[in-house]
């Protein structure tokens, strides 16, 4: 299964992405976790210890510019668009029980404006997850979509937008749905987030008619102590587990 997660920053994309990852991980599954949102959180959400090293990929500058035949800090007009990246997972990712993370790192625009060769790495790297893996691999992007693209969506089996009852995270549904569309996404799959009664379901419900909601998922104080003490997913008791089972059940 792969799966890219989207929605507005704050509604729960890290946390859905790593209580996942925990449930597939004690159901014997082997997943990996593609951090590509610029809070590079997942490493604490899913207990991987601070003195353990991840390079972001994005750093990688000199290596970046050798695939994609440029010279960092240089203006690149041109650059291989499909460089080769498939050596990268087993160098750069930190595995912690059946749980392998991949951190992208930001990728900073560049005088010259675009940071394209670094785009078009991270882009192939997701690709060439997305495709050549067989393990479960989930994406936790930023707010919009923009790490994938055209070729990107292909691998995706479904694009899930963490939502929470509020109105901008709803608009932040609409434009993820509209931009999905435009990169060829046909499976754009709803989680209802921190849901503390029947009035916020509905509101989700009400505001997203003609959506495939995957499922709901409560607000949880156990949940917010996680990112309030920098616990992990791991650590904590979490009562909303049965709940983020359902989600990766329904999914199929
Ligand atoms: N179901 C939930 N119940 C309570 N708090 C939640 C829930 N889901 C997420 N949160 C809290 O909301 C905040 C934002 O979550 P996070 O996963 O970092 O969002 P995102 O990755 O979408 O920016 C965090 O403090 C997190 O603990
Ligand atoms: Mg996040």
């Given at each position: 299964?792969?799966?890219a997660?989207?929605?507005k920053?704050g509604?729960?994309?890290?946390?859905?992405?790593?209580l996942?990852?925990?449930?597939?991980?004690?159901?014997?599954?082997?997943?990996?976790?593609?951090?590509?949102?610029?809070?590079?959180?997942?490493?604490?959400?899913?207990?991987?210890?601070?003195?353990?090293?991840?390079?972001?990929?994005?750093?990688?500058?000199?290596?970046?510019?050798?695939?994609?035949?440029?010279?960092?800090?240089?203006?690149?007009?041109?650059?291989?668009?499909?460089?080769?990246?498939?050596?990268?997972?087993?160098?750069?990712?930190?595995?912690v029980?059946?749980?392998?993370?991949?951190?992208?790192?930001?990728?900073?625009?560049?005088?010259?404006?675009?940071?394209?060769?670094?785009?078009a790495?991270?882009?192939?790297?997701i690709?060439?997850?997305?495709?050549?893996?067989?393990?479960?691999?989930?994406?936790?992007?930023?707010?919009?979509?923009?790490?994938?693209?055209?070729?990107?969506?292909?691998?995706?089996?479904?694009?899930?937008?963490?939502?929470?009852?509020?109105?901008?995270?709803?608009?932040?549904?609409?434009?993820?749905?509209?931009?999905?569309?435009?990169?060829?996404?046909?499976?754009?799959?709803?989680?209802?987030?921190?849901?503390?009664?029947?009035?916020?379901?509905?509101?989700?419900e009400?505001?997203?008619?003609?959506?495939?909601?995957?499922?709901?998922?409560?607000?949880?104080?156990?949940?917010?102590?996680?990112?309030?003490?920098?616990?992990?997913?791991?650590?904590?008791?979490?009562?909303?587990?049965?709940?983020?089972?359902?989600?990766?059940?329904?999914l199929?």
């Amino acid at each position: 299964m792969k799966l890219a997660v989207a929605g507005k920053g704050g509604a729960g994309k890290s946390t859905i992405v790593s209580l996942m990852a925990r449930v597939l991980s004690e159901q014997g599954k082997k997943v990996i976790v593609i951090d590509a949102d610029p809070d590079m959180n997942q490493a604490s959400l899913l207990g991987i210890p601070d003195d353990v090293v991840i390079t972001p990929v994005s750093e990688l500058k000199e290596l970046i510019a050798e695939r994609t035949g440029t010279t960092p800090g240089q203006p690149a007009p041109f650059f291989t668009m499909n460089p080769k990246v498939s050596d990268i997972p087993s160098k750069y990712s930190v595995t912690v029980g059946g749980i392998t993370l991949l951190t992208m790192g930001t990728i900073k625009r560049g005088g010259g404006g675009c940071a394209c060769p670094e785009n078009a790495f991270i882009k192939s790297l997701i690709s060439h997850l997305f495709i050549a893996r067989e393990e479960w691999v989930i994406l936790d992007m930023e707010a919009g979509i923009e790490h994938l693209g055209r070729g990107t969506a292909l691998g995706v089996d479904h694009l899930l937008v963490v939502v929470e009852p509020s109105k901008t995270s709803i608009a932040t549904a609409h434009r993820v749905n509209q931009l999905a569309r435009d990169i060829g996404i046909k499976k754009v799959l709803i989680a209802a987030n921190k849901l503390r009664n029947k009035e916020d379901r509905a509101i989700i419900e009400d505001h997203l008619p003609g959506y495939d909601i995957l499922g709901f998922v409560e607000y949880s104080d156990e949940i917010k102590e996680i990112s309030s003490f920098g616990k992990s997913v791991f650590s904590a008791r979490v009562t909303i587990l049965d709940q983020i089972e359902k989600l990766i059940t329904t999914l199929g």
